[in-house]
């Protein structure tokens, strides 16, 4: 995966949107959070504190940033007397 962005989103005058947020959000797992984390980012730059494609995007880099670095729980809890996988953090 790349951070090009769709040629739409660069047209000037083009304002982000919570669906624009949202698009990107889609195919968030940990291998691709950082990239996905500066498209955001990218994407809402500029826009007002108080802009929901703003809010929402800063919502988004924050839960990317904590499945880069952590990782996420998949699965459900093994059964007894089963040992957990191994962490994927360490």
């Not at 291998?31 to 730059?45: D, E, G, K, S, Y």
């Amino acid at each position: 995966m790349s951070e090009a962005e769709h040629p739409s989103r660069r047209q000037p005058g083009h304002e982000a949107t919570v669906e624009d947020v949202r698009q990107l959000m889609g195919a968030s797992t940990p291998h691709f959070a950082l990239q996905l984390r500066n498209r955001i980012a990218t994407l809402i730059r500029g826009l007002p504190p108080d802009h929901p494609a703003r809010l929402e995007g800063e919502r988004e880099i924050a839960r990317l940033e904590r499945i880069a670095y952590v990782g996420e729980v998949r699965g459900e809890p093994g059964e007894d007397g089963e040992r957990p996988l191994p962490s994927l953090d360490g």
